[in-house]
T-cell receptor, first 114, second 116 residues
Framework: AQSVTQPDIHITVSEGASLELRCNYS??????LFWYVQSPGQGLQLLLK??????LVQGIKGFEAEFKRSQSSFNLRKPSVHWSDAAEYFC????????????FGTGTRLQVTL | SAVISQKPSRDICQRGTSLTIQCQVD?????MFWYRQQPGQSLTLIAT?????????ESGFVIDKFPISRPNLTFSTLTVSNMSPEDSSIYLC?????????????FGEGSRLTVL
């Protein structure tokens, strides 16, 4: 069975600082990996996804993530955080063939200080 | 892309009652799903809503408690039956895009239920 671990429940960064949110997955084959963001009172929005190919993927809002098979990781990064990035971030994994059925991590809540 | 509208956005319900949540998508989509997000927790898939047939439920979820309908390719309902305080959650409808891109799920804003 597939699973996702987001080790950081809550992270606080200053506006303008860099950000890295960690995600580790467990899956027997090549996974499909996703990052979603949930702003307060909102549904989830897809930031980026990895299916195959280049292991560094670019997403919306200046986010990127790198797939590292050797570490079973898919960490999310942003070089300079904006106050509007404060939200809950979810990493998710899907299996090829049933990738629309996603398993989500427990989320990381990002707080941005001015 | 797909835009999802859910109703109600929030409700306060009494123990033992049932509530039906509606999910409307602005385009025909292949797959629709219902997720539950309990307070402070992640999303858990309840079921896949199948058009014209019974929903496919995940382990731990049963049709008697969470009956689901999907009469066409743009609409689905989830009923939370005989509610208890443990059912207090956000219920999220999601779907694949109209092009059916693998794994690219779109989500509604959720229905926040509080059961007293």
């Amino acid at each position: 069975a597939q699973s996702v671990t987001q080790p950081d429940i809550h992270i606080t960064v200053s506006e303008g600082a860099s950000l890295e949110l960690r995600c580790n997955y467990s899956y027997g084959a090549t996974p499909y990996l996703f990052w979603y963001v949930q702003s307060p009172g909102q549904g989830l929005q897809l930031l980026l996804k990895y299916f195959s190919g280049d292991t560094l993927v670019q997403g919306i809002k200046g986010f990127e993530a790198e797939f590292k098979r050797s570490q079973s990781s898919f960490n999310l990064r942003k070089p300079s955080v904006h106050w509007s990035d404060a939200a809950e971030y979810f990493c998710a994994v899907g299996a090829a063939g049933t990738a629309s059925k996603l398993t989500f991590g427990t989320g990381t809540r990002l707080q941005v200080t001015l | 892309s797909a835009v999802i509208s859910q109703k109600p956005s929030r409700d306060i319900c009494q123990r033992g009652t049932s509530l039906t949540i509606q999910c409307q998508v602005d385009s025909q989509v292949t797959m629709m799903f219902w997720y539950r997000q309990q307070p402070g927790q992640s999303l858990t898939l309840i079921a896949t809503a199948n058009q014209g047939s019974e929903a496919t439920y995940e382990s731990g979820f049963v049709i008697d408690k969470f009956p689901i309908s999907r009469p066409n390719l743009t609409f689905s309902t989830l009923t939370v039956s005989n509610m208890s305080p443990e059912d207090s959650s956000i219920y999220l409808c999601s779907c694949t895009g109209a092009g059916g891109k693998t794994g690219e799920l779109f989500f509604g804003e959720g229905s926040r239920l509080t059961v007293l």
